[in-house]
C-alpha cells in the first residue's frame, strides 16, 4: 500500500439538548446490533469507510474488534434495505450527558438516493436517548462534500477545528483485496 502525506481539516460539531422526535417513515429498518459480530462491524467499517479513507482500525484483529464492539459505552445501528445493510452508525456513550456519534455513514452504492439525510436523523435521535443531553461528532477534508453541510442542516454546530498532518493510504481504499 502506498501512503503520503497529507494535510486534514477537522471540524468538531454538537447539538445540545436536540430535541428527540419520532421517526421519519423510511424505505430502511433500522437495527440495533445487541450482540455486535466483531467480523460485521469490521465489514461496516471497511465497506462504508473505503472511499473516505477510513484505515485506522482496517488493521486491527479480530481480537481487537471483539473488545470494541463489546464495550458497554459503545453502540452500533445499521439500516437493512431489503435485507441488505444500506448504512450505519456507532455512538459511544459518554456518560455525563453527553454521546458521540463515532462513525457514521453509507455502504457506497447507496450515497445518492435519499437515505443519507435520515439516518443521520435516527443517529441523532439514538444518540440523544442516550445521552439525555449533548451530541457531538467530527468530519474531515477526507470525508463526502456533503458531510459538513448535512451535519449543519441538522442543526449541528461547529465548536472547534483544527488541522493537522497525516500519513495517510492513497485511495480509495478496498474494504477487502479485490474490491
Not at 467480523?39 to 486491527?60: D, H, N, Q, S
Not at 479480530?62 to 453502540?75: A, L, S, Y
Not at 438516493?113 to 436523523?121: D, I, Q, R, V, W
Not at 474531515?140 to 488541522?163: I, M, W
Amino acid at each position: 500500500m502506498k501512503w503520503v502525506l497529507e494535510e486534514i481539516k477537522v471540524w468538531h460539531l454538537e447539538i445540545m439538548q436536540p430535541a428527540i422526535r419520532d421517526r421519519t417513515p423510511t424505505t430502511y429498518q433500522l437495527e440495533k446490533l445487541i450482540d455486535p459480530d466483531p467480523v460485521f462491524c469490521r465489514y461496516l467499517y471497511a465497506t462504508v469507510g473505503a472511499p473516505w479513507i477510513w484505515y485506522e482500525k482496517l488493521g486491527w484483529s479480530v481480537e481487537e474488534w471483539k473488545t470494541h464492539v463489546m464495550r458497554p459505552d459503545t453502540h452500533f445501528w445499521v439500516a437493512f434495505q431489503g435485507g441488505s445493510p444500506a448504512g450505519y452508525f456507532e455512538i459511544r456513550d459518554e456518560g455525563s450527558g453527553s454521546a458521540e456519534i463515532c462513525l457514521f455513514g453509507l455502504v457506497p452504492n447507496w450515497i445518492g438516493k435519499g437515505l443519507g439525510a435520515h439516518l443521520l436523523a435516527d443517529a441523532i435521535r439514538c444518540a440523544a436517548r442516550l445521552s439525555e443531553g449533548r451530541v457531538w461528532l467530527h468530519t474531515c477534508s477526507l470525508d463526502h462534500p456533503n458531510a459538513l453541510p448535512n451535519y449543519q442542516k441538522q442543526g449541528f454546530t461547529v465548536f472547534r477545528e483544527e488541522t493537522f498532518t497525516a500519513r495517510i493510504p492513497v485511495g480509495p481504499l478496498e474494504p477487502y483485496p479485490g474490491a
